[in-house]
């Protein structure tokens, strides 16, 4: 007869792996703003719930939990970063010239008009002769 020695399984971390995949997902999206702060806090709490789980035995692969809470913090502090990088810009002069990131006008908001650089002189063509002394005018002879 044969007997097989069946081990106990631990089931698999779902909460981890969504707390991975969303982790990775917001960490990319975190310029976005909004997918990142979503994303990110998703991935915070799965990786939580799915860590709890590992600890108390019931479920495997803590570790994936744990990356998913890491990204997740990621994906939060990249959005964090873009809130603060447009604030600081907000912050900036209003009133902005030609060649200086745009033309703002004085409420801040782009104008629809273009404003061309003043007309230069144009340069003498290259192959003109000078004018003839007898088509120049006349000029009054010392004596």
């Not at 399984?9 to 969504?18: H, I, K, Y």
């Not at 994303?39 to 570790?63: C, D, I, K, P, Q």
């Not at 004085?106 to 003498?124: E, I, K, L, M, V």
Request: hydrophobic letters at 45%.
């Amino acid at each position: 007869m044969d007997h097989a020695l069946w081990l106990p399984v631990r089931p698999g971390n779902g909460f981890g792996t969504a707390a991975l995949i969303v982790g990775i997902t917001g960490a990319l999206l975190g310029v976005s703003i909004v997918f990142g702060i979503l994303l990110g806090a998703l991935a915070v709490v799965f990786g939580a719930v799915g860590r709890a789980r590992a600890t108390r035995g019931e479920a495997a692969n803590g570790g994936t939990a744990l990356a998913g809470i890491v990204l997740g913090g990621v994906a939060l502090l990249i959005s964090a970063l873009m809130i603060v990088l447009i604030a600081v810009d907000g912050l900036g002069p209003k009133d902005r010239g030609p060649g200086d990131g745009g033309d703002r006008g004085r409420d801040g908001g782009y104008s629809d008009t273009y404003q061309a650089a003043p007309p230069h002189p144009a340069p003498p063509h290259p192959e003109a002769r000078p004018a003839h002394p007898a088509s120049l005018p006349p000029t009054a002879v010392s004596a």
